[in-house]
């Protein structure tokens, strides 16, 4: 019997269309920002060239993290978990792993999502388990190897 743990269809339209909106806006402020900066002319002041410059280059670089902050969420709203008799598979829209679940060295649960680390790889695996999915999580802990699940991130300081 195969067991996916994914976040609801729901969930991943939001966070879809907020990301678009959070792009759709950065370009935008992009645009804009460009048609005035090229409505100015800095003439042969050097100093005003180099604003300009120093300006662009700052404009580019936000626009690019925040997009890519929005992607980072959405590939995490996008990730899936199956397991079946022959394993278990994680993917999300830019990279994939199967392997068994003694592969699993860390797992822990919070505020609706799944964290998996697995041997050989030193990015973890985010799963949107949900607040209400009480049963999936423990099908997921009652496979995983003894040791393996955390009741906190292993890294989070002790309050």
């Not at 009480?134 to 890294?155: F, I, N, T």
Request: hydrophobic share 50%.
């Amino acid at each position: 019997m195969t067991t996916t743990l994914q976040a609801s269809p729901s969930s991943r339209r939001w966070v879809l269309v907020g990301s678009l909106a959070v792009a759709l806006v950065e370009m935008g402020l992009f645009v804009w920002l460009w048609r005035v900066g090229s409505l100015v002319d800095p003439g042969a002041d050097r100093q005003a060239a180099l604003a300009f410059v120093a300006l662009g280059s700052a404009l580019t670089l936000q626009a690019m993290g925040v997009v890519g902050v929005a992607w980072v969420v959405v590939a995490r709203s996008w990730t899936v978990l199956r397991h079946d008799e022959t394993g278990i598979s994680l993917e999300h829209p830019w990279r994939r792993w199967h392997g068994r679940w003694h592969d699993v060295t860390h797992a822990w649960a919070r505020n609706g999502w799944l964290v998996l680390r697995v041997r050989g790889q030193w990015r973890r695996w985010y799963v949107r388990a949900g607040v209400g999915r009480a049963d999936a999580l423990a099908r997921v802990r009652a496979q995983l190897p003894p040791g393996a699940w955390h009741e906190r991130s292993p890294r989070a300081p002790v309050v």
